[in-house]
């Protein structure tokens, strides 16, 4: 189920990954899915020894994670939070009620008498 949503996300976003995992056809995602985690795993594992025994490549890598938290935060701040607003207010206002008109008087000319309506059988009777 949750490579059903994940997929879904991809092919929406159209990315690089998407379109990689689909080389070997549509049939063949869920393989090409898996081969990719593996390769991505093994990558981030055989970093790990020597950033432990690098100081440089542990500020390094300590600096990257820090941008790279800052710039989602940022990216978050300044793009999704404000769309969610604008649909906050859009989806408020398509909920206030219609405010009801005021009672416009109405003349009868023959009587030379004005009084208000409230409804359109009146203003036929009077």
């Not at 093994?42 to 600096?63: C, D, G, K, N, R």
């Not at 790279?68 to 935060?73: D, E, K, L, S, V």
């Not at 009801?100 to 009077?126: F, G, I, K």
């Amino acid at each position: 189920m949750y490579y059903r949503e994940l997929s879904k996300k991809a092919q929406k976003a159209n990315n690089i990954w998407w379109r990689l995992s689909g080389l070997l056809g549509d049939q063949n995602r869920p393989t090409m899915y898996i081969l990719f985690q593996g390769i991505f795993t093994v990558a981030t594992m055989a970093l790990t020894v020597p950033i432990f025994f690098s100081y440089e490549m542990h500020v390094i890598f300590q600096i990257l994670k820090v941008s790279a938290t800052i710039w989602n935060g940022g990216s978050f701040l300044l793009d999704v939070m404000p769309r969610q607003v604008v649909l906050k207010e859009k989806k408020k206002m398509e909920m206030m009620p219609i405010p009801e008109q005021p009672r416009q008087p109405v003349v009868d000319l023959s009587t030379n008498n004005q009084h208000t309506c409230d409804t359109p059988d009146e203003q036929t009777n009077s």
